[in-house]
Each structure stands twice: as structure tokens, then as C-alpha cells.
């Protein structure tokens, strides 16, 4: 059974930073893993994709890795700002299954 | 449409009432997801659809909760004789393919009283 951790659940910065959130997930057997942020009371918005033959992927200031061998993934955002402050979620599709596989999150905070 | 469309947004119900969630994906969108998320926890898979047909429906928490898709757009959660544990956030999510995004809606918050 795949299961998907995040490490902190909770992190707490100051605006300029740059930072990195971790996942890690126990089966290497994935098509592709999803990082999403969450604002508080809304729904999910897509942040990266990486296909699995993908080592990673790049979108303004973040950048998501992905070591499907070791089962990690970080998502590295440069230069933080107070919009930044968010949970951050990953997801992971298994081969062979359909569902997208959550971890817990982080909880980001940006301070100004 | 534009994105993922849920409704209603907000549905406060009685105790042993029974409701309907709706969820328009992505137009072309075959993939169809419901999850649900309680306060302050993760989220928590209930259902997969693949066009018409569910595939993976190992989430659905009990016999009360049943979902189906139309014509390989909408879908409908109903959940009958509601209880107050079944108070959350239920979130629809739509994809292309397999190695394609997941597009979420902005969730429907339920609230048994």
C-alpha cells in the first residue's frame, strides 16, 4: 500500500527566504507525482506535474525534483514571499491504480 | 467550462437527510475523482470514475454513499440518511489522462446538524 509523508507538517520563515518541502513515498512504482497548494477554506490548485521518467520541473520560483528510486520528491521555492503561505500538498498515482495517493502536507507560513 | 465546477458550495442538512453533491470536470475530461477532507485532516479518497464507470470505488465509507457519472461528464455524490460524521469538505478533481494534471474544484462544505 503506497503511503505518502511530508516532512515538516509545518514551517515557518521569513519573507526572502528560500525553501525546501519534502515528500517521500514508500512504493517507486508511480506514473507521476503532483505538488498542489491549498489555501485555507479553498480547493486544491495545481502547482507541477513530474512524469516519472522526469527528474524535475520548473514553474517561476518553484522547482520540484523527483527521485522515484529513493522515493523523494522536494518542491524548492526561491525567494518566498507572504503570498507564498499555504499548505502544500503531494500526490503520487501508483502503476496500476488510478487514485492520486495524498500525504499530509506542510503547512507554510511566510512571515513579512 | 473553464475549470472544475462544484455545487452547491455550502449545504447545511439535517440529521437522516439525504443530499446530492454535483461536480461538472473539465470538458473532455474522462477521469473523475471524489474525495473528502474533515477539519484539519488530509484528504481522504472516496471514488474514481473513468469515463461512465468506477473502477475504484474502495473509499465510499458505507452503503449510504453511492456515486455515479453521466454521459462521461457529470457526477453525483449522494449520501442518504446523512449523520453528523459525514460533516466535510467533498472534493471533485478531473483529469485528461493518466500523465495529465488533476484539476480540483473548489469544494462542497457539508454540514450536518
Known amino acids: 500500500k503506497q503511503e505518502v509523508t511530508q516532512i515538516p507538517a509545518a514551517l515557518s520563515v521569513p519573507e526572502g527566504e528560500n525553501l525546501v518541502l519534502n515528500c517521500s513515498f514508500t512504493d517507486s512504482a508511480i506514473y507521476n507525482l503532483q505538488w498542489f497548494r491549498q489555501d485555507p477554506g479553498k480547493g486544491l490548485t495545481s502547482l507541477l506535474l513530474i512524469q516519472s521518467s522526469q527528474r524535475e520541473q520548473t514553474s517561476g520560483r518553484l522547482n520540484a525534483s523527483l527521485d522515484k528510486s529513493s522515493g523523494r520528491s522536494t518542491l524548492y521555492i526561491a525567494a518566498s514571499q507572504p503570498g507564498d503561505s499555504a499548505t502544500y500538498l503531494c500526490?503520487?498515482?501508483?502503476?496500476?491504480?488510478?487514485?492520486?495517493?495524498f500525504g499530509q502536507g506542510t503547512r507554510l507560513t511566510i512571515n513579512p | 467550462g473553464a475549470g472544475v465546477s462544484q455545487s452547491p458550495s455550502n449545504k447545511v442538512t439535517e440529521k437522516g437527510k439525504d443530499v446530492e453533491l454535483r461536480c461538472d470536470p473539465i470538458s473532455g475530461h474522462t477521469a473523475l475523482y471524489w474525495y473528502r477532507q474533515s477539519l484539519g485532516q488530509g484528504l481522504e479518497f472516496l471514488i474514481y470514475?473513468?469515463?461512465?464507470?468506477?473502477?475504484?470505488k474502495s473509499g465510499l465509507p458505507s452503503d449510504r454513499f453511492s456515486a455515479e457519472r453521466t454521459g462521461g461528464s457529470v457526477s453525483t455524490l449522494t449520501i442518504q440518511r446523512t449523520q453528523q460524521e459525514d460533516s466535510a469538505v467533498y472534493l471533485c478533481?478531473?483529469?485528461?489522462?493518466?500523465?495529465?494534471?488533476?484539476?480540483f474544484g473548489q469544494g462542497t462544505r457539508l454540514t450536518v446538524v
Open positions: 500526490a503520487v498515482i501508483n502503476q496500476g491504480a488510478q487514485k492520486l495517493v
Open positions: 478533481a478531473s483529469r485528461y489522462g493518466l500523465n495529465t494534471e488533476a484539476f
Open positions: 470514475f473513468q469515463g461512465n464507470s468506477a473502477p475504484d
